[in-house]
């Protein structure tokens, strides 16, 4: 029966969509090609879109219901394969795909570049004091582990304690490169300071880095859906 209302909502569609460049929608699939390297760039900037940061609670509202009336073969007349397409884009961005509640905003995926470019840029500041240093290399960790969590596969639960061994390993393991290279760096004595200033800069690089192996051990990494994948 849903197939069969599935097919009716798209044919009642068709004649509106024929004159837009969109491809015919398919609920929950891609809307680009991912066999091929545009096609999954395509994709990737549509979940790192920031621009569905700004939707309202309206708008939301309304793509979950059009959503909801494709996939009941009550889809109204005129409605084209674009807004379809766009309504699923609004609704996976801000709605967990197994949960359905909304992912806070600093750790949706199109939140990923605005909230964390800024961290970037502490990251790489020069001169930094030991605080600082270990200042933002946990909030780098904190933030990269909050976005893991809040998309996480809520099909196969975790226990807590896994997820907080995993975070405490990253920020630690992160805290301590960085900490471990600049100290080591200011007291190379055979550095002039503007090599001593270019090294300290490619410092933040191996601790972030050890972070991704402490998420490939499987803390973190409990199969993201939708929003890595596909």
Not at 27 to 38: A, D, E, I, N, W
Not at 52 to 72: G, S
Request: aromatic residues 10%; proline residues 7%; positive net charge.
């Amino acid at each position: 029966m849903a197939d069969t209302a599935t097919t009716a909502s798209a044919a009642a569609a068709s004649a509106a969509n024929a004159s837009t460049d969109a491809p015919p929608f398919q609920l929950g699939k891609p809307r680009f090609q991912q066999t091929s390297f545009y096609g999954r760039f395509r994709h990737f900037l549509d979940i790192i879109d920031p621009r569905t940061l700004f939707v309202t609670e309206r708008r939301l509202r309304e793509a979950v219901q059009l959503l909801e009336d494709y996939k009941h073969g009550t889809l109204r007349p005129g409605v084209t394969n674009e807004q379809l397409w766009s309504a699923q884009k609004i609704k996976q961005a801000i709605l967990h795909p197994d949960t359905n509640e909304k992912i806070f905003m600093p750790f949706r995926m199109s939140g990923y570049i605005p909230f964390g470019t800024p961290i970037v840029v502490g990251l790489l500041l020069p001169n930094q004091t030991l605080a600082s240093t270990v200042f933002w290399q946990w909030l780098n960790q904190s933030h990269n582990a909050c976005v893991n969590y809040a998309n996480r596969n809520a099909t196969k639960p975790s226990p807590v304690s896994k997820f907080i061994q995993g975070y405490l390993g990253a920020v630690i393991s992160a805290v301590s490169i960085a900490v471990g290279l600049n100290v080591l760096v200011q007291k190379a004595n055979k550095f002039t300071p503007a090599t001593r200033l270019l090294v300290q800069r490619f410092v933040p690089f191996p601790a972030v880095v050890s972070q991704h192996l402490c998420r490939w051990n499987g803390t973190f990494q409990e199969g993201l859906k939708g929003k890595w994948q596909n």
